[in-house]
């Protein structure tokens, strides 16, 4: 079975690991633009990189064919197609059974092209709130006019099943299978002291994190307000916020109001093939979310890793989270930073709690979330969809 695997820019190891363990039993391949946000060198699967200089090149060798596409495309106002010149000459070329993709511009593309090349189009559903798309004229522009050519649909969650149900997709076309990470990678380890040096936190610091954009709606602020309440408690608190983000500057500007800023970390981005040593420095782990008109935390990928790292995880009701953590966490309501720092006070104090929290956490991730199993998943819907036995 030939698979193609699309992500747009956003093809990073959170997505790829879910295949790679798929290698021996399809051929698979991952279609990675040139300007992708993450470094594709770790990615353990074949690689077909799209240039722009190259699909620049084809547009103007077919500028018949280039404009009939543009004027297509151009009702929306706003550039929707991926790669489509080059993208036909490699279907022309390759013959593939399925497509996957999580993305919008690919899910257009790809969906103008199924008839003619004639494979299967599974789109990776990313929300957990129902016709978020009618808030984007790109967006809505790219499902109207590749929903009917969508196959089947992969959910990361009950939450985000329910919410195609209810927009009105008959149940037979879709599937729920969750993230899932290498579990030999994330695993509960020893504190990493020199990283701890490295960042000027002390071994005796009860150390917070939060991996994650720095968005209003990931609501970082809350986990600033909740150190504060700590610190005033008497604990020494260390918080560290990995991530990039547009209130980036709004979280260090707060944190000095609050008084806290020789308390908290700020990391920029960290690769996920650093991600495991940085999840060793913590007692806690913190998602906490918000809802907001068109944004719901589906299953992030950060909540899963810090599971798999043994890690005790509070999170919000947002979207498809208390799914997620099941009874192996704590979950409060949204920007309740009260709430929040008596979760956090009760694990961070008491060694028994802390404990058992992790290990509920690490079996968890070893019971849902184990790469190697929720791979055989996907590849069975694959099967589903195709007809084929591999």
Not at 163 to 174: P, Q, R, S
Not at 207 to 218: A, E, P, R
């Amino acid at each position: 079975m030939k698979i193609g695997v699309f992500a747009d820019k956003g093809m990073g190891k959170w997505l790829v690991q879910s295949f790679e363990p798929l290698k021996d039993l399809a051929d698979i391949t991952l279609f990675i633009p040139e300007n992708n946000k993450h470094n594709p060198a770790s990615f353990d699967l074949p690689k077909h990189i799209l240039t722009h200089q190259h699909e620049t090149w084809l547009s103007l060798k077919h500028p018949r064919c280039s404009f009939k596409r543009w004027l297509k495309d151009n009702e929306c106002l706003t550039h929707v197609d991926f790669y489509p010149h080059s993208l036909e000459e490699h279907f022309s070329a390759c013959k593939y059974d399925a497509i996957l993709t999580k993305a919008d511009r690919s899910l257009y593309t790809l969906a103008s092209f199924k008839d003619r090349f004639g494979y299967k189009l599974i789109y990776r559903y990313p929300f957990t709130l129902p016709f978020t798309h009618i808030f984007d004229k790109r967006n809505e522009f790219a499902w109207r006019k590749s929903f009917e050519k969508i196959d089947h649909f992969i959910c990361l969650s009950e939450t985000a099943r329910k919410n195609l149900e209810f927009e009105g997709v008959n149940l037979l076309k879709i599937d729920v299978v969750h993230n899932s990470v290498d579990l030999s990678f994330f695993s509960p380890c020893a504190k990493n002291t020199e990283l701890l040096d490295r960042l000027n936190i002390s071994i005796n610091d009860k150390v917070i994190m939060f991996v994650g954009k720095l968005t209003s709606w990931k609501s970082p602020f809350t986990l600033l307000y909740a150190a504060k309440l700590l610190i005033q408690k008497g604990l020494s608190v260390k918080l560290i916020l990995a991530g990039q983000g547009a209130q980036k500057a709004n979280l260090q500007k707060t944190a000095e109001l609050l008084g806290v800023s020789g308390n908290t970390v700020f990391l920029n981005f960290i690769e996920n093939t650093e991600l495991s040593r940085y999840y060793s420095l913590a007692d806690a782990f913190v998602m906490p979310s918000l809802t907001t008109l068109t944004v719901n935390e589906q299953f992030p990928f950060a909540v899963v890793e810090a599971m798999a790292s043994g890690l005790p995880v509070v999170v919000t009701q947002s979207g498809g989270m208390p799914e997620l953590v099941g009874d192996a966490g704590r979950i409060y309501p949204q920007g309740n930073y009260m709430e929040l720092a008596g979760h956090l006070f009760e694990i961070l104090t008491d060694g028994n709690l802390q404990r058992t929290m992790a290990v509920k956490s690490r079996q968890r991730a070893e019971e849902m979330f184990d790469n190697r199993k929720n791979s055989l998943k996907i590849f069975e819907v694959f099967k589903k969809v195709t007809g084929l036995a591999g």
